[in-house]
């Protein structure tokens, strides 16, 4: 069965930055497995896969429009350490939801804290970067009508309700 609309696909991944360094794998977290056609995936990586079997390999390279956008500058802001009450210790790397102007939600890592400012980007971790994804198409089978209604794969590997 080749990957199209409706198919369920799990695949073995690497991925790397644009100097080649490993950045994850299924090696460490388990294959990809997604639903096709419920964007899911990136628009490029998804098309890239499409019409693709059990056994495939290919290594896709995605520039920073493919993949995660430009870092954006006004993403990485100030706030006062009083913006995170009842969290007693903030440390990098930590992340939170927090609500734009406009009303989005987003999730922002913190950068740098010092005792009155907490720095935090709201930029994807891999935003600007080239990357490229090598990939092995694992299995690949019909989605379940209650999948293509959820929008999302069940059981071994997926979401279970």
């Avoid at 740098?112 to 971790?125: A, C, F, L, P, Y």
Wanted: no cysteine.
């Amino acid at each position: 069965m080749n990957i199209e609309k409706n198919t369920v696909v799990s695949a073995e991944f690497r991925l790397f930055d644009r100097n080649g360094q490993l950045i994850d794998s299924s090696e460490t977290n388990g294959p990809l497995v997604y639903l096709h056609g419920a964007e899911q995936l990136l628009p490029a990586l998804e098309a890239a896969l499409d019409g693709h079997a059990v056994g495939d390999e290919l290594s896709v390279e995605l520039t920073p429009e493919q993949a995660f956008g430009e870092r954006v500058e006004a993403l990485v802001d100030r706030a006062p350490r009083a913006n995170f009450p009842g969290v007693e210790q903030i440390e990098p790397g930590m992340r939170f939801q927090t609500q734009l102007e406009d009303g989005q939600q987003i999730v922002v890592t913190v950068t740098d804290v010092d005792d009155e400012w907490v720095t935090v980007d709201g930029n994807h971790e891999l935003a600007g970067m080239d990357l490229r994804f090598e990939l092995k198409v694992a299995d690949v089978r019909a989605a379940s009508e209650e999948e293509i209604a959820h929008g999302h794969v069940h059981g071994p590997d997926g979401h279970g309700h």
